[in-house]
């Protein structure tokens, strides 16, 4: 696989690019080179928000499309993702490392959900209600698109972040300036490939690759309206703190710290509950924001837990990311590996007791790191408090419920979570004491209907659900 784009999709066109940079792609699997594309420079994003300016001001254009007509081109660019949607889980999963079976599942099909999801919501929403004016007469209030849309997406699930930020933008009737992340271009350049082939009109989707100055300079650029943004805290307030400054609205969904509260009564019978453990606890290698990395287990049932995660973690195949077998596959990049290894090590150097893994698996290539379990790890340590986004998990002990539920709330992070239990009442009686944005009860899968995010440091509104696409309109009250 060798991808090569020479130009870049800005005002509904391949426009060559204004600068001679390129961004270079490599295999998180193997190593080699698997494509290039150039790199956007101030005056390509410049070029871009003039084109979604344009295209958001145009009298007769996408802002004034009724609901009906919208819906119907975010549906026809579900249709030509759908379409690609075997090249875009390739794309995906040779650049980060994300196992083919899950990229063909989420990122191949996630968006077509999410987009087909807003535009049924566009089809049945009201953006005009006629109300009493309190004071006598009529107030008409409306509900009108933001405007131009900064869209910032990390390399984990780029295609499905991407989505939680286009489709309510697109369906509020907004305009789009997307910025992928260097790790992950070669899907975005897919996707554009899939919106030029629909009747969304030029300018309404422009995509500009790059990195955190171009990013950093497409937040601050003075015809923006509102940015969204899915990364890590530490970029998330840098975005904060200048939109603070440029009173612009904007979405954060940050890093993510999340407890999983296994109760005395939980079933840990793997043949039953492994495919749901994987999912809330190490899917995509573990570089995935809500999974819950500290496993909260009860003095009674301790050992059991460890014994548990310890026989499971060992079964999981790791492997080369297009390989259908392969469970775990390597970290997304270089410096990502030297990092997730700089927290196995504090891990060690903190006194936690290694239970499996805390190596490299024995392959010649690729930035691999074995599935690592610690058991006895204090919560106030390093590794049960910073973010390592890889497969590492943690086994802290609590004595009772109201133990468990302090430790859990005990996180700069608010943003996942699960209760395992087998009494669901029970479940949803822990899950609405502990302070996150959401929270599953023996699985965690995030609903397109349903609002996603984070409190504290995971960030601030919401994606996915209604309220997106609330986040992407504004209100006006005419006094009739
Ligand atoms: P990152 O913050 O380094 O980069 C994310 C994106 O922002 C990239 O496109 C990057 O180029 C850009 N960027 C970085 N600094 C910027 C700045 N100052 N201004 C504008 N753009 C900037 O994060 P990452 O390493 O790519 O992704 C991993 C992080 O994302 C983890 O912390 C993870 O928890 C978080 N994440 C959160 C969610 C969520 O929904 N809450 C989902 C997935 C990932």
Same mark, same amino acid.
Not at 8 to 27: H, K, M, Q, Y
Not at 297 to 320: I, K, Q
Not at 325 to 350: L, N, Q, W, Y
């Given at each position: 696989? $060798?991808?090569?784009?020479?130009?870049?999709?800005?005002?509904?066109?391949?426009? !060559?690019?204004?600068?001679? $940079?390129?961004?270079?792609?490599?295999?998180a699997s193997t190593e080699e080179a698997i494509g290039s594309v150039p790199e956007a420079s101030e005056a390509d994003v410049d070029a871009a928000v003039s084109a979604a300016r344009a295209a958001f001001d145009d009298p007769a254009g996408w802002a004034h499309w009724s609901p009906d007509r919208r819906a119907d081109a975010i549906e026809e660019l579900a249709t030509q993702l759908e379409i690609r949607a075997e090249e875009m889980a390739r794309r995906v999963s040779a650049q980060n490392g994300m196992p083919i079976t899950i990229s063909s599942q989420l990122e191949g099909g996630f968006p077509l959900v999410v987009l087909r999801y807003y535009a049924g919501l566009l089809r049945s929403s009201s953006f005009e209600v006629e109300q009493p004016h309190i004071m006598g007469g009529t107030t008409v209030v409306r509900r009108e698109p933001i405007g131009v849309v900064s869209a910032i997406a990390p390399w984990n699930y780029p295609q499905t972040l991407a989505s939680f930020k286009h489709a309510p933008a697109l369906a509020a009737g907004c305009t789009l300036v997307i910025k992928?992340?260097?790790?992950? =271009?070669?899907?975005?350049?897919?996707? /554009? *490939?899939? =919106? !030029?082939?629909?009747?969304?009109? &030029? %300018?309404?989707?422009?995509?500009?690759?790059?990195?955190?100055?171009?990013? !950093?300079?497409?937040? %601050?650029?003075?015809?923006?309206?509102?940015?969204?943004?899915?990364?890590?805290? /530490? &970029?998330?307030?840098?975005?904060?703190?200048?939109?603070?400054q440029l009173l612009r609205p904007v979405t954060l969904e940050l890093g993510g710290k999340s407890a999983a509260i296994v109760l005395d009564d939980a079933n840990l019978?793997?043949?039953?509950?492994? *495919?749901?453990?994987? *999912?809330?606890?190490? =899917? $995509? $290698?573990?570089?995935?924001? #809500?999974?819950?990395?500290?496993?909260?287990?009860?003095?009674?049932? #301790?050992?059991?837990?460890?014994?548990?995660?310890?026989?499971?973690?060992?079964?999981?195949?790791?492997?080369? /990311?297009?390989?259908?077998?392969?469970?775990?596959?390597?970290?997304?990049?270089?410096?990502?590996?030297?990092?997730?290894?700089?927290?196995? !090590?504090?891990?060690?150097?903190?006194g936690a007791r290694l239970i499996v893994g805390g190596g490299r698996p024995d392959r010649d290539k690729g930035w691999f790191v074995q599935p690592t379990l610690f058991a006895e790890v204090d919560n106030s340590s390093t590794i049960a408090q910073q973010e390592i986004f890889g497969p590492v998990l943690s086994v802290i002990r609590y004595s009772d419920t109201d133990d468990a539920v302090r430790i859990a709330n005990d996180s700069d992070y608010g943003l996942g979570g699960t209760v395992w239990t087998s009494d669901p009442e029970r479940g949803r009686s822990v899950a609405r004491r502990v302070r996150t944005g959401t929270i599953g009860i023996n699985r965690y899968m995030p609903d397109p209907g349903a609002p996603f995010g984070g409190v504290k440091d995971s960030g601030i509104g919401r994606e996915l659900g209604p309220q997106s696409m609330d986040s992407y309109l504004v209100y006006k009250s005419i006094y009739a």
């Open positions: 696989m $060798n991808t090569t784009y020479d130009k870049l999709f800005i005002g509904g066109e391949w426009r !060559a690019p204004l600068s001679t $940079n390129r961004i270079d792609v490599t295999s992928p992340s260097p790790e992950t =271009v070669l899907d975005a350049f897919l996707f /554009a *490939e899939a =919106v !030029a082939a629909t009747s969304i009109p &030029a %300018g309404v989707v422009n995509v500009v690759p790059g990195g955190r100055d171009i990013g !950093a300079y497409l937040v %601050g650029h003075p015809d923006i309206d509102k940015v969204a943004f899915t990364g890590s805290t /530490a &970029a998330g307030r840098q975005i904060a703190t200048l939109c603070g019978d793997l043949s039953v509950m492994g *495919e749901r453990l994987f *999912e809330s606890l190490l =899917v $995509n $290698n573990g570089q995935t924001c #809500y999974l819950g990395t500290r496993i909260l287990a009860p003095d009674s049932r #301790y050992d059991e837990v460890v014994d548990t995660l310890a026989t499971f973690m060992s079964s999981l195949p790791v492997g080369d /990311a297009l390989d259908p077998g392969t469970m775990i596959g390597p970290m997304a990049s270089r410096a990502h590996r030297d990092r997730v290894e700089g927290f196995i !090590a504090k891990g060690k150097s903190d």
